[in-house]
Every structure is written in structure tokens, then in C-alpha cells.
């Protein structure tokens, strides 16, 4: 008798134990980023997210990824999110390009319910999502272009126009020429100036231009000019060669 109860507790208990087994709920995200310091001259960064189910991968899971993204001078950027579904081992790996400016940035990795643009998965009331922050600096230098006249007079003044852009601002502008011959006055005749600029991501600085009265028909000079951004980064513009009709 005792061992028949035995063997009616196994069979009565086994319908039970199945009863109560579960599969683990997804309940966590983790992301890294790579590198979390961005240059502006590559602008991207590599995410890896990894879904957890009761801290055991989680495959098949779908995942959203948003980044938010200020430059230096407060303005925002907005970044395309990436959407995808994550592998056998519970991870997931995009590419976020267009950082190109300096500045920071936050990028989300968020559960879906469903397909790109369904609601959040849930713990709780909180989204399964977690987050990592990426800084950008700027690498990028201006871009600089000279705008002279046509031929030139001897003894007439000039107006040089110097383009700067830059997806910061600009900070200073040197343009210089390579000097007019038998022009003595104590450089050579060679002249430089210096404007400090406004910071403007766009402008254009005008330079004094001066042909000395009684050069040569034929005789030529070559312009030069230099930009820094705000962020120290310089350029030249490419040389220009004026010659005196």
C-alpha cells in the first residue's frame, strides 16, 4: 500500500508541474556604442544592443533605435532611427551616420510590440529601452574660396571677397598676395591681413586690394587666403594669379 501511494502522488503531481513551467519574459535591453567619442570627418557611430529574457538572450525580439542630437551652438539635428530585429543572440548591430557636427547626442534602444513604429514593449509601465550618450568633435575645417576682378589697373584699389563656410562657425580670415615687383615698401611686396570673423557658418569678408600706379602692363600677383573655425581647424582656399592689363 505504501508504495501504490507513492506512485498515485508522481502521477497527480507531474499534470501540476507542467502546469506552472513558463517561458522567460523579455524584460531588459543593454547598449555600448563604438566609439563614444565621434569625429565630425567619419560622423559615425556602431550601436549594439542585446534584448535579455530573464537575463538569457533574447532572439527575435523587434528593436528601435533613436538618437537626439544638439550641435555646440544649441541647434538640433535630426537623425533617421534605424529599426530591425534582433539575432539568435538576442543582439542587434546598425551604423548611425550624419554626426558631422560638434556637439552631443543620446542614442535610445527601445522594444517594439510589433512592427517599426509600434508601441514599446512594457515592464511595468515603464518601455524596456536604455540608452548611452556619444560626444562629436569637430575635425572638420572650413571651406575657403577667393573671389578677385577681372584684369587690373595700375594704381587703382580692389575689393577681395573671401567665402567661408563652416558647419560651426568661422573665427578668423588671412588673405595674403605675393607682392608686386620693385614695390618697395618694407615687406617685399607682400601684404597680409587678418579679419576676426562673427562666427557665422556662411560669410563673406572683403579685403583691400591696392595695384601700384606705374606696374607693367602683363604683370601678375597671386592671392592667397586661410580660414579657422571655431574649433581651430584651418583650410586655404585655393591661390588665385591676377595679372595687371
Same mark, same amino acid.
Given at each position: 500500500m505504501h508504495l501504490r501511494s507513492a506512485l498515485v502522488r508522481l502521477v497527480l503531481a507531474a499534470p501540476f508541474a507542467t502546469a506552472v513551467a513558463c517561458t522567460a519574459t523579455t524584460d531588459e535591453v543593454t547598449i555600448e556604442l563604438a566609439p563614444q567619442l565621434v569625429s565630425s570627418i567619419d560622423g559615425t557611430v556602431t550601436v549594439h544592443a542585446i534584448a535579455l529574457a530573464e537575463r538569457?538572450?533574447?532572439?527575435?525580439?523587434p528593436?528601435?533605435?533613436?538618437?537626439?542630437?544638439?550641435?555646440?551652438n544649441g541647434a538640433d539635428h535630426a537623425i533617421a532611427a534605424v529599426d530591425g530585429t534582433t539575432d539568435d543572440a538576442g543582439a542587434f548591430t546598425a551604423t548611425i551616420g550624419g554626426l558631422t557636427w560638434d556637439g552631443t547626442g543620446t &542614442? @535610445? *534602444?527601445?522594444?517594439?510590440?510589433?512592427?517599426?513604429?509600434?508601441?514599446?514593449?512594457?515592464?511595468?509601465?515603464?518601455?524596456?529601452?536604455a540608452s548611452a550618450t556619444f560626444a562629436v568633435l569637430d575635425r572638420t575645417p572650413p571651406v575657403v574660396a &577667393? @573671389? *578677385?576682378?577681372g584684369p587690373l589697373t595700375a594704381g587703382q584699389d580692389y575689393q577681395i571677397a573671401v567665402h567661408v563656410t563652416d558647419e560651426i562657425g568661422v573665427s578668423e580670415v588671412f588673405f595674403e598676395d605675393s607682392g608686386w615687383p620693385n614695390n618697395n615698401n618694407g615687406n617685399g611686396g607682400?601684404?597680409?591681413a587678418t579679419v576676426i570673423a562673427?562666427?557665422?557658418?556662411d560669410t563673406t569678408l572683403m579685403f583691400r586690394f591696392t595695384v601700384p600706379g606705374q606696374t607693367p602692363s602683363g604683370t601678375t600677383n597671386t592671392l592667397y587666403a586661410l580660414a579657422s573655425d571655431l574649433s581651430g581647424n584651418q583650410a586655404a582656399a585655393a591661390a588665385i594669379t591676377v595679372t595687371v592689363q
Open positions: 538569457a538572450p533574447a532572439p527575435t525580439e528593436i528601435e533605435l533613436t538618437v537626439t542630437y544638439q550641435d555646440r &542614442i @535610445t *534602444a527601445t522594444l517594439l510590440s510589433g512592427a517599426a513604429g509600434s508601441p514599446p514593449q512594457m515592464v511595468g509601465d515603464q518601455p524596456i529601452a &577667393i @573671389t *578677385a576682378p607682400r601684404q597680409r562673427s562666427g557665422e557658418a
